[in-house]
C-alpha cells in the first residue's frame, strides 16, 4: 500500500515538472541553485517605480552577476515572460498584487511552467496577500511556483 502511494506521487511529482526540468534536470538545477541565491541578495534600485522599472533592473542585476543567458519578455507559445533565464527559469514580477492581477499572475505562471521552472516575484505587497496567494496555488495544483517577496 505505501510503495503504491509512493509510486502515484512519483508520478504526481513527475508530471508537473516543466519541460526544462525534464529534458536537462541538472543544469536546470544548477541556475535555480544559482538564481535563488542572486534573488537573496538582490535590492531594488530606490527609482524603481513600475513594473517594466523592476523587471528591467532584476534583469540587468542578475546578467550582471551569473553567466546563463537572460531575456526580458521573450516570446513563448505560453506568453511572454518578464524574465527567463536560460531556457529554464521564468521570472514573473508583479507589484501591489490586486485581486485581478493576481488571477492573472496565476494564470501566467500556470502557462510558464510547463516549459520552465516558474517563480512569482511580488513587490510592495504584505503577508497577508501573499499567503492568499500561495494558497490559490495550492488549490490549483500549482505550489510548485516559488513565490518571492519583496
Known sequence: MVLGSLVEKNKADESRKSRAEKDDPEETADVCVEIGDLLENWEPDEDC????????????????????EVEVYSNSPEGKPDILIDDK??????????????????????????????????????????????????????????VWKF
Request: with cysteine; aromatic share 8%.
Open 49 to 68: 517605480e513600475t513594473e517594466d522599472d523592476f523587471t528591467q533592473d532584476l534583469a540587468a542585476y542578475v546578467d550582471d552577476n551569473c553567466d546563463w
Open 89 to 146: 527559469l521564468a521570472l514573473e514580477i508583479k507589484i501591489g498584487l490586486k485581486k485581478g492581477e493576481r488571477d492573472r499572475l496565476v494564470g501566467q505562471c500556470a502557462g510558464y511552467s510547463r516549459l520552465w521552472v516558474t517563480w512569482a516575484i511580488v513587490i510592495g505587497v504584505g503577508e497577508n496577500k501573499i499567503g492568499r496567494l500561495v494558497d490559490l496555488l495550492e488549490d490549483k495544483g500549482l505550489d510548485h511556483i516559488a
